[in-house]
């Protein structure tokens, strides 16, 4: 989205979204009035920004919850390990 910043997206994003044009990138350097124009061109299709932000939000929760088990999980798993000393 901007230099420096982090990509939080799922692995099949990329693939997915490059089906659907070219994105132009820098998209979150341009103030209110490039945000405006970006929310006008998802709703020219007809996608609702409400429900487009509900979901991206779900979604990344969701992603991090997983990640964050899995983090747990392997953490809690790891004493066992063989070669890792318990004490």
Do not use: C, N, Y
């Amino acid at each position: 989205m901007a230099p420096g910043t982090a990509d939080g997206r799922p692995e099949a994003m990329p693939e997915t979204a490059a089906g659907h044009g070219a994105h132009p990138g820098g998209t979150v350097t341009g103030g209110p009035a490039g945000a405006a124009a970006g929310l006008a061109s998802v709703q020219a299709p007809g996608i609702s920004p409400d429900e487009m932000v509900t979901r991206l939000a779900d979604e990344g929760v969701a992603g991090f919850e997983a990640a964050w088990q899995d983090l747990l999980d392997a953490v809690a798993k790891s004493p066992t390990i063989k070669g890792v000393d318990a004490e």
